[in-house]
């Protein structure tokens, strides 16, 4: 595989790093731009939006006719890295999850009059979105076939009784992708709907306080008591709900990847800089071996992260579902990231515990990377299930 890129994608990445350069990473600084939970605040954020739109940088992979540039995903993977070199980057390029996820799976298999209603204002930047599968004690997590919220139907409508949990965004959100159980049917058991926000019978329970900063809307626990969906608003057909979410999270966790290795690089940018102007015992810190070590180490991985990222991304380009690429991926960048954000803040030293830098926000995020969208160990076992179906053909050359 050839994972050079077209003239045309890095001239775009440059101006996406140039346009982070200049205007985000400037605001990480300034305690002003900060929302109540560590996120950028909304007048920066709006700014920004409109900023980023004006200039052509704005939902990369959408269809030109939701205001998008149509990219292929191996083509957003070096853009989407450039994003989140700031802790800020993504949203302010309609890149962020879950709304990045949710446009995508909408683009690709909601019917074109759901689209114009449920994908355009998202697409625009006007509203926000969720995607709201994870369920707490006894529900599913890991195991999707454990559902516990069910939808039945009653005439036209769906009738949804249940709870969830962790849902990332759900505070701010307008539009909510929802995946209920409709049937006791192994692989065809679960179905996707589509809500608003107002409408009655479902309620957030609290706002899950967590260890790191958060997304706009925070992670929150979802109560649905009797909550009527039209049959229209169904996406895809009854049964398909694990297909949406093969489709979604497919692209969702190798576009978390791609915003990942942003992270772990500024963390190593910021290291890098220390190193090489701090001295100790004769030298700057840079040229001590043992440092050296170190850096080496993270830089490789990041590397070898992004050839894992490349290569997922290609197949899933080529029409693939690309579950054990994406699955490798998954597990080896979130792994990268906290090796990048531990050993910044290491070689910072005591300035690197400090909030004087972003490599503590950076480290409290990381700690998510091995859970959300599949724990590294699920990751794992579906790689195992592979290599034993498959044997030696696990790494063939296709
Ligand atoms: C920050 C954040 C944001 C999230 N956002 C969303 C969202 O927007 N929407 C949504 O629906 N969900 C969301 N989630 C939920 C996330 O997708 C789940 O946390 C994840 O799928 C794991 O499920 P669980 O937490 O129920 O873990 P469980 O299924 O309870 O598993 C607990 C642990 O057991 C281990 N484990 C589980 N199964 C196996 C196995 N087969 N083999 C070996 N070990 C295993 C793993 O170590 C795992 O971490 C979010 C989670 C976080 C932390």
Not at 54 to 67: H, M, T, V
Not at 133 to 158: F, Q, R, V
Request: aromatic share 8%; net charge negative.
């Amino acid at each position: 595989m050839d994972f050079s890129l077209s003239p045309e994608i890095n001239d775009l990445r440059l101006r996406i790093r140039a346009f982070v350069d200049t205007h985000i990473i400037p605001l990480e600084s300034d305690p002003n731009a900060y929302d109540d939970h560590e996120n950028i605040a909304h007048e920066p954020l709006e700014r920004l939006k409109k900023m980023a739109k004006s200039e052509g940088l704005w939902s990369l992979s959408l269809p030109n006719e939701f205001g998008g540039l149509g990219l292929k995903v191996a083509e957003i993977a070096p853009c989407y890295e450039e994003m989140n070199r700031s802790i800020f980057g993504p949203v302010c390029f309609n890149a962020s999850a879950p709304d990045d996820g949710n446009m995508r799976v909408l683009a690709q298999v909601a019917r074109p009059d759901q689209k114009e209603k449920w994908l355009r204002p998202i697409a625009d930047g006007d509203i926000r979105s969720a995607f709201v599968m994870t369920e707490p004690l006894p529900g599913s997590g890991s195991d999707p076939s454990a559902m516990l919220t069910k939808a039945e139907k009653k005439g036209d409508k769906w009738v949804v009784n249940g709870r969830k949990w962790f849902i990332t965004g759900a505070e701010a959100a307008t539009h909510f992708i929802l995946m209920a159980k409709t049937s006791e049917d192994a692989r065809h058991g679960l179905t996707a709907f589509l809500f608003h926000k107002d409408q009655p019978g479902w309620r957030i329970v609290r706002r899950i306080p967590i260890m790191g900063p958060e997304e706009h809307g925070g992670h929150c626990e979802l109560e649905f008591d009797n909550m009527e969906i039209p049959d229209e608003d169904r996406l895809m057909e009854v049964g398909e709900g694990l297909k949406v979410t093969q489709i979604r999270l497919g692209t969702a966790r190798l576009t978390h990847c791609m915003r990942w290795l942003g992270l772990a690089e500024r963390s190593m940018e910021i290291a890098a800089d220390y190193v090489s102007k701090r001295e100790s015992f004769g030298s700057t810190l840079a040229q001590h071996e043992g440092v050296q070590w170190m850096m080496g180490e993270v830089a490789m991985g990041i590397e070898v992260g992004r050839l894992l990222t490349m290569r997922a991304a290609t197949k899933l380009d080529q029409g693939d579902f690309a579950r054990k690429e994406v699955s490798m991926a998954k597990i080896q960048v979130a792994d990268t990231l906290h090796l990048a954000a531990d050993t910044a803040i290491q070689l910072n030293g005591a300035r690197g515990y400090s909030k004087d830098t972003v490599l503590e926000w950076i480290y409290r995020y990381a700690r998510q990377a091995r859970l959300v969208d599949g724990a590294s160990e699920v990751h794992k076992m579906v790689l195992a299930r592979n290599f034993l179906a498959e044997g030696n053909d696990f790494w063939s050359w296709d």
